[in-house]
Structure formats: structure tokens, C-alpha cells
């Protein structure tokens, strides 16, 4: 009778013989040694092949002194690897970019490999739940390559079927733990294939000053900072609007002032305007006169601004019907970039539901329309909740620095960017590690990347404000021979 039932259905028969346990043994086929062999052999030439082919410069230089020692002895394998040595020894000290390009980083990349990835590979995948452990049989994500960089591994993982983005972006934790890193972010390299990055130390921990004043009047993209991966952070403001979200202190005036000075040879030049909001008072002041008459604290006169700016672009509008769909900068039309310093103040904490309701049909107005006629919109707030902010969505991009709780990442970034890997709520809270670092999401790509504003100084601010009124910068278009 046993014989005829399926295993699983032999667990609920129950014995009338005491003491006694219904065993179930499923049929055991031997396999022929021959073909063990063939597959184990097949399964190391494969191993061999794909190492040499990831790892060529790695494998070289362990593989040639012992094939040196085999052939010719010790002598002269000594003296074969020492040549090169001393050759290439000074390389690193007169130009650590390249010897780290070619050989450093890569040999990082195999050392990690073989002794963190590797290594710890399984326990982490089966531990974690992103593995799964089958009739006696690990089913295990498949790890494609490791790649170096002068601050992070990057880890190309091949998913196991029926797996989705978001099992790996529940387990960032865990990933980051396994593998001795701070933190981890996933993104998707194409389909069944994540790239997850684990950071080996923070290149963005120490301020940066303030950059120097581009000498060709532009509008944009303008550098505001640094990227994570070294390279200068360019913040396009012509063409979009853009959404800026921190805690107190987190470091919002770093982006606004970085991106005036970054359009100030345009302002001088006449091809660009900055009209500026400030119901604090506190921030945008300081630089008053590079507004001019285009500056506003009081909510009634932020209403009128507003309105002027909506006044003009509308005009602007109506000249271009029908003529062209995108704009060009000149004097006859500069480029507007409307600053507003704490826009909640002026949308949510406003008392007058009239000054209230102007400012807001006036920002819905400039958000929705002045893309295409050289109007943008660049707002900072403290609180990104719907009912604060509720056109945040009218922001193509948006800016996150620390802010107090994990939900508030996706509203500002979008559903699923803490996921990504996005953890603006735990940038540092001590300013000189914290302050001005964020992640920035996009229109053109889901993907957040972590990048940080330079520091404009008081000091910086008022040199800004005398060049301008004193009108000594040297000015050169953009594009002039």
C-alpha cells in the first residue's frame, strides 16, 4: 500500500504497532561515476574560464612566478617578477589615477571578491531570504562581477527567477550588514540583472567651500557641489523646477545660494533674472542687491512678485504662440528663476486664506506653464507633507537632504526611492558631516544619486553682492571665441 502513495501523504498515516514510525524511502537512482566526473571536470574548466576572463591582470600575476618557478627555478622567476617591479614601482606615487585605474582598482576587486563576496556569499543569501534551500539544494542569486571604485564595490547580481526589485530593496539592511558596509543601494542594471553598491567610505564627509565664480555667463546646468563618485554636481535649473526638502539645519541654503552663484555672470550679463521670496527673512537678505526690485519678505508683497512673474511669463506666452515651443535666453527674454526660501510659510502657515490662495494658484501657474517660456521655480521647505506642499508633484526635480523620518523620503523623492537606497534620514545630524549632503531624484532617471552642495559663506554672499553692484566681474558669453 505504501508503495502506491505519494510521500507527503505518508506523514498522515498513523501505525497500530506501538513504538513503531512509518518510514517512507523514495527510490535512490545511482548514478554512473563517469558522468559525475564529466560534470565536475566541465564545472571547473568553466570556473577557470570565467575566472581569466573577469580577472585577467590578477590572474597573470600570481599565475606567472609559478609557472616561472616550474620551468626555470626560483632564481630565475625572481628575477623576471623583480624587473617589473622596480619598474613599475614608482608608477602609483606619480600617477596614482591611472595605476589605480588599470591595476589597483582591480585588484581590489579580486581580493574582495574572493575573501568578502565570495566567501560570505551563501550565508548571507539563504539568511537574509533572497536564497532558498530546496530538497537538500541551495538556489542562489548569481554573483556576476565585482567592480571597484575609490569608494565603493559595486556588485552586478543576476536574481533568481520569480524574484522582483523589491526583495532586494527590503533587504538592503541585511546586505550591508552581511557584507561589513554601511549602507547598500540597488538599482537595475536590465532585465534580472541589480547593481548593488556597497560604500567603503564616505567621500562627501568633509565641507566643501564655495565654487569659484563661472567666468562664462550660462544658465545652467550650474555646479553646485560634488557628486559621491567625485565628480562635479551640475544642477540643471533651465527647463525644470526644482524641489528642495530638509530639516532645520540641514543645509537648503547651500543649494540656493550655489545656484545663484552659479548664474551670476548671467544675471550680469542680462540673460538671466533671480526673483527671490524670503518670509524668513533670514536667508536670501543677505544678498538683496543682486535681486533688487525683484525681492519680497512680506507675504503681500511675495502675492504681488508672484503675480508680476505670472503677469510676464503669460506675455511671453502669448509672443511665442505658434512661433516656438522652447526658449532661448536673451535680453529681450532672460531666463527667470523664482527662488522661494520656506515656500510652506507662504502655502500652509499662511493665516490670510486670501494672500493664501493667490500665492498658490500663482505658483500652480509659474510650475505648470514657465517650463517652456524660461520661467523656473526653485522652492525649499522644511515639512513635505501633501497638505504643506500639495503641487509638490509640479517639481520635475527634487532634492532631499537629512530629513526626521523615513516616510518623508518618498514624498519627497517619490515612491520607492528609500528603497533605492535613498536614506536621507540618516545623514548625519552634526553639520560638517551632514549638512548639504542629499540625495537628488531626477525627472529623467528613477535612480537617486547622493551628492553634496558647496557652502556659500556670509562672506561669499556679500563678495557676490558688491560684484554685482560694483560691477567689476569680467564677463564672457557663453560660446564667444
Known amino acids: 500500500m505504501f508503495k502506491k502513495l505519494p510521500g507527503d501523504?505518508?506523514?498522515?498515516?498513523?501505525?497500530?504497532?506501538?513504538?513503531t514510525a512509518v518510514v517512507f524511502r523514495p527510490a535512490v537512482v545511482t548514478t554512473p561515476a563517469i558522468f559525475t566526473i564529466a560534470i565536475f571536470l566541465g564545472r571547473l574548466l568553466a570556473g577557470v574560464v570565467r575566472l581569466l576572463w573577469r580577472h585577467p591582470i590578477a590572474v597573470t600575476l600570481l599565475a606567472v612566478p609559478v609557472v616561472l618557478v616550474a620551468l626555470y627555478g626560483w632564481r630565475v622567476?625572481?628575477?623576471a617578477v623583480a624587473i617589473p617591479l622596480s619598474v613599475l614601482a614608482p608608477w602609483p606615487f606619480f600617477d596614482r589615477a591611472s595605476f589605480n585605474r588599470w591595476i589597483g582598482w582591480r585588484l581590489l576587486a579580486f581580493w574582495r571578491l574572493v575573501w568578502i563576496y565570495r566567501r560570505h556569499w551563501q550565508p548571507v543569501m539563504i539568511v537574509s531570504g533572497l536564497g532558498r534551500h530546496l530538497q537538500g539544494r541551495d538556489y542562489l542569486p548569481y554573483l556576476?562581477?565585482?567592480?571597484?571604485?575609490?569608494?565603493?564595490?559595486?556588485?552586478?547580481v543576476k536574481m533568481i527567477s520569480g524574484q522582483a526589485v523589491k526583495d532586494w530593496a527590503d533587504r538592503l539592511d541585511h546586505l550591508a550588514h552581511g557584507f561589513?558596509?554601511?549602507?547598500?543601494?540597488v538599482a537595475v542594471v536590465r532585465a534580472g540583472r541589480l547593481q548593488l553598491t556597497f560604500p567603503r567610505r564616505d567621500p562627501l564627509a568633509v565641507p566643501l567651500p564655495a565654487i569659484p565664480l563661472p567666468v562664462a555667463a550660462s544658465?545652467?546646468?550650474v555646479e553646485i557641489g560634488t557628486c559621491e563618485d567625485g565628480s562635479p554636481y551640475r544642477l540643471a535649473v533651465h527647463g525644470t523646477h526644482v524641489l528642495i526638502a530638509g530639516a532645520t539645519g540641514a543645509g537648503k541654503g547651500s543649494f540656493l545660494w550655489s545656484a545663484i552663484r552659479g548664474l551670476l555672470p548671467a544675471v550680469r550679463a542680462g540673460i538671466a533674472q533671480v526673483w527671490a521670496l524670503d518670509p524668513k527673512r533670514m536667508e536670501l537678505s543677505f544678498g538683496r542687491e543682486i535681486f533688487g526690485e525683484r525681492y519680497a519678505a512680506d507675504p503681500a508683497a511675495c502675492a504681488d512678485l508672484l503675480e508680476a512673474a505670472v503677469q510676464v511669463m503669460q506675455e511671453r506666452a502669448d509672443r511665442y504662440a505658434g512661433l516656438q515651443r522652447s526658449h532661448t535666453p536673451t535680453l529681450d527674454d532672460p531666463f527667470v528663476l523664482v527662488v522661494v526660501d520656506e515656500v510652506a510659510f507662504l502655502t500652509a502657515y499662511q493665516s490670510d486664506k486670501g494672500l493664501k490662495l493667490r500665492i498658490s494658484a500663482a505658483l500652480a501657474t509659474l510650475t505648470t506653464q514657465g517650463?517652456?517660456?524660461?520661467?523656473?521655480?526653485?522652492?525649499?521647505?522644511?515639512?513635505p507633507r501633501k497638505e504643506v506642499m500639495n503641487i509638490r508633484n509640479l517639481f520635475p526635480d527634487k532634492i532631499a537632504l537629512r530629513l526626521d523620518e523615513s516616510e518623508q523620503v518618498d514624498m519627497?523623492?517619490?515612491?520607492?526611492?528609500?528603497?533605492?537606497?535613498?536614506?536621507?534620514?540618516?545623514?548625519?545630524l552634526i553639520p560638517e558631516r551632514g549638512a548639504g549632503v542629499a540625495y537628488v531624484r531626477l525627472e529623467t532617471s528613477p535612480d537617486p544619486i547622493r551628492v553634496r552642495a558647496a557652502y556659500v559663506s556670509d562672506a561669499d554672499i556679500r563678495a557676490m553682492a558688491a560684484l554685482v553692484t560694483n560691477d567689476t566681474l569680467p564677463i564672457e558669453m557663453e560660446g564667444a571665441a
Open 144 to 156: 556576476v562581477r565585482v567592480r571597484c571604485t575609490s569608494w565603493a564595490d559595486v556588485v552586478t
Open 412 to 428: 519627497v523623492l517619490g515612491d520607492g526611492a528609500r528603497d533605492r537606497g535613498a536614506l536621507a534620514d540618516h545623514i548625519s
Open 180 to 185: 561589513g558596509a554601511s549602507s547598500c543601494r
Open 219 to 221: 544658465v545652467g546646468p
Open 77 to 79: 622567476a625572481l628575477v
Open 371 to 383: 517650463r517652456a517660456v524660461g520661467f523656473g521655480v526653485m522652492a525649499a521647505l522644511q515639512d
Open 9 to 19: 501523504e505518508t506523514r498522515t498515516l498513523v501505525t497500530t504497532t506501538p513504538d
